[in-house]
T-cell receptor, first 114, second 117 residues
Framework: AQKITQTQPGMFVQEKEAVTLDCTYD???????LFWYKQPSSGEMIFLIY??????QNATEGRYSLNFQKARKSANLVISASQLGDSAMYFC???????????FGKGTRLSVIA | DAGVIQSPRHEVTEMGQEVTLRCKPI?????LFWYRQTMMRGLELLIY????????DSGMPEDRFSAKMPNASFSTLKIQPSEPRDSAVYFC???????????????FGQGTRLTVV
């Protein structure tokens, strides 16, 4: 089974600055997917971005980009131009070989400071 | 589409009582997942279904937990009898795609916050 590790329990970033949230994964499969979700204080889980293991380019979705380094088994989330509304918990998740259930990391709490 | 709908949003019950959580997945989604979120254990998969059939229930903590999906538009998670340690947020999620069919992200409901006193 895939294992997802997020080593930063909490992060602070100044508004309008960029921030990187770390995620490493451990899987023996060649085919897998990596995801990031945002959980604001209201509690819902919001899908942000996806990277497939065979995707040659790093995924981008607006201000979110995924820094995918396959050899290092890392899938860091980069948020550019942070906004106060970005303050939330961020979860990295992985799936293996198709639509297997997501395995989640412990999360990183991001606080954006004005 | 209204998204994944869970009910109730909040549930407070006494220890020993039966609790039923409900989920309506997004129409057309073949996969349904039940997750539990606690501070100590994070997000854990309890069980998932494909085309209404339970595929993996190894995450169900005890026999007190059971889940059903009688049709494509409805699933329940039942705890009987409930215990204080079952207090958590329970999420239902659905996904439209199977292997090789593209990006398989899960769409989550708003969650049910369960408190067992």
């Amino acid at each position: 089974a895939q294992k997802i590790t997020q080593t930063q329990p909490g992060m602070f970033v100044q508004e309008k600055e960029a921030v990187t949230l770390d995620c490493t994964y451990d899987t023996s499969d060649q085919s897998y997917g990596l995801f990031w979700y945002k959980q604001p204080s209201s509690g819902e889980m919001i899908f942000l971005i996806y990277q497939g293991s065979y995707d040659e380019q790093n995924a981008t979705e607006g201000r979110y980009s995924l820094n995918f380094q396959k050899a290092r088994k890392s899938a860091n989330l980069v948020i550019s131009a942070s906004q106060l509304g970005d303050s939330a918990m961020y979860f990295c998740a992985g799936s293996q070989a198709g639509n297997t259930p997501l395995v989640f990391g412990k999360g990183t709490r991001l606080s954006v400071i004005a | 589409d209204a998204g994944v709908i869970q009910s109730p949003r909040h549930e407070v019950t006494e220890m020993g009582q039966e609790v039923t959580l409900r989920c309506k997945p997004i129409s057309g989604h073949d996969y349904l997942f039940w997750y539990r979120q606690t501070m100590m254990r994070g997000l854990e998969l309890l069980i998932y279904f494909n085309n209404n059939v339970p595929i993996d229930d190894s995450g169900m903590p005890e026999d007190r937990f059971s889940a059903k999906m009688p049709n494509a538009s409805f699933s329940t998670l039942k705890i009987q009898p409930s215990e204080p340690r079952d207090s958590a947020v329970y999420f239902c999620a659905s996904s439209p795609r199977g292997p090789g069919q593209g990006r398989p992200e899960a769409f989550f409901g708003q969650g049910t916050r369960l408190t067992v006193v």
